[in-house]
């Protein structure tokens, strides 16, 4: 009885100090490439339906937010930040950042083996990029080769196509 209580002491503490991981990767990209929203948002839907955002400015027409307990990686990729922006308070988009050759070269192959080939696609000197668009979502990941800034935006072509306005 003794060893038992031990043993359930150990799994409980265990548990406990395991650290809590972000859902599967899949579903920050379900049904790519014609993306429906982003980590369970839902592409037009109010800023008053989701709880946990900060919001980051005071724009009326394009208001970006952070997420409080937010998941800063993708497909095992650690993020610098993940941005979620609305055009006047419905979901329109979200900008993703990090740094680094080996986290671009990384996401790269998870974007690749998530969304497939690339169909728009441009490499510079200074500057490689990937586009994959579809009916309800533009994705574009872009790599700048002189400071390693590496940035994912994923758009809706539904809520007023302003692509744009998230960059």
Do not use: C
């Amino acid at each position: 009885m003794y060893a038992r209580i031990i043993s359930v002491f150990l799994f409980l503490a265990v548990a406990a100090l395991s650290p809590v991981h972000a859902p599967a990767a899949s579903a920050d990209f379900e049904g790519a490439p014609d993306l429906a929203g982003f980590r369970g948002m839902q592409w037009g839907a109010n800023a008053s339906d989701f709880q946990g955002l900060v919001k980051l400015n005071d724009d009326p027409i394009v208001q970006r937010y952070s997420r409080q307990n937010d998941q800063l990686h993708i497909g095992g990729v650690g993020l610098e930040s993940v941005i979620y922006n609305f055009y006047k308070g419905r979901f329109m988009g979200v900008s993703i950042r990090t740094r680094g050759a080996g986290k671009w070269q990384n996401l790269k192959s998870h974007m690749f083996e998530k969304f497939g080939p690339a169909p728009n696609t441009s490499s510079r000197k200074s500057a490689e990029q990937y586009e994959w668009r579809a009916g309800r979502s533009a994705t574009h990941l872009q790599y700048f080769k002189s400071n390693g800034a590496v940035k994912l935006w994923i758009v809706s072509t539904q809520v007023s196509g302003l692509t744009d306005k998230v960059q």
